[in-house]
Each structure stands twice: as C-alpha cells, then as structure tokens.
C-alpha cells in the first residue's frame, strides 16, 4: 500500500507540473486578449455576472490578497472597462460595475476564450468529456483541502 502510495505521489507530481507548464497563459500579467490579462478578465467576468460586485467580495471570489485585488482592479480602471464607487451601505466599502466599453471588451475575451475553450474539448474524446471535467473539479477540489495549511505550495 505505501509502496503504491509514493508511485502515485510521483504520477500527481507529474501531472502537477504538466498542468503548471500548460496553464502558464492563465497566470501571466501579460495581455492576451483584448489587452487584459486572464485575471483582469475573470474580474471583468465576475462583474458582468453580479452587474455590481464589492469589492470584499471579488476578494474572497479571487482567493488572493487585498493587496493583489486592488492590483488586477486599477489598470481596469485606468482603461475605463470597470468604474470604482463608494457603496450605500457602507462609505468604507467599494463597488465595481462595467462601463460600457467594459462590457464590449469582456463580450470580446469571452469570444476568443470560447473558441479556446471548443478546441481544448474537441481534443478530448466526445463520450469521456463530462467524466473528464468532473473529475478535473474533483482534483481541484481534493487540492484545496489538501493545500490548506500547507507551507510547500
């Protein structure tokens, strides 16, 4: 059991790195569509699918630092695709909305990411492509629990 245990532990470590390699795209700061970045897209997402989204909010959404979503917001701002504005019920807390330019430059991205997305799932055998995404979500899943409170990742 524990010699297949750590045949296994070297099969994930190759899998983990192989989808490191590959989803490099996901994690760059550089524009790859439209001149946004992948997480500029997925706030430009998040927003067009709340209409309003505060900010605590796109934080936890992100699972990144307060200091790192205000770092993907401003040059949203800055290009006026997102607008920043105090919210009702709290003059401490922020809420964002699309502009009008904003909502064309995420109809655009979600266009190019939808082709992407068709090809990746044409590479894949058309009767194993629901058992294939869920199990994807599984493993995501199992590595977030898994992950929580460890100091090597």
Do not use: W, Y
Request: aromatic share 4%.
């Amino acid at each position: 059991m524990l010699i297949q245990l750590k045949e296994n532990s070297a099969e994930l470590m190759e899998v983990i790195g192989g989808l490191a390699q590959v989803m490099r795209c996901c994690c760059r700061d550089e524009a790859f569509c439209e001149g946004v970045t992948f997480h500029q897209f997925m706030i430009l997402d998040a927003v067009a699918k709340k209409k309003e989204l505060h900010m605590a909010d796109l934080h936890k959404l992100l699972a990144v630092e307060k200091s790192t979503t205000t770092r993907l917001v401003n040059p949203l701002i800055k290009k006026g695709l997102i607008q920043r504005e105090k919210a009702v019920h709290d003059s401490r807390a922020v809420k964002l909305t699309l502009t009008g330019e904003g909502r064309e430059t995420h109809r655009k991205v979600l266009i190019c990411l939808t082709d992407f997305f068709q090809r990746v799932l044409g590479n894949l055998p058309a009767k194993q492509r629901t058992d294939v995404l869920e199990s994807v979500k599984m493993f995501i899943t199992a590595i977030k629990k898994s992950a929580n409170g460890c100091d090597c990742c």
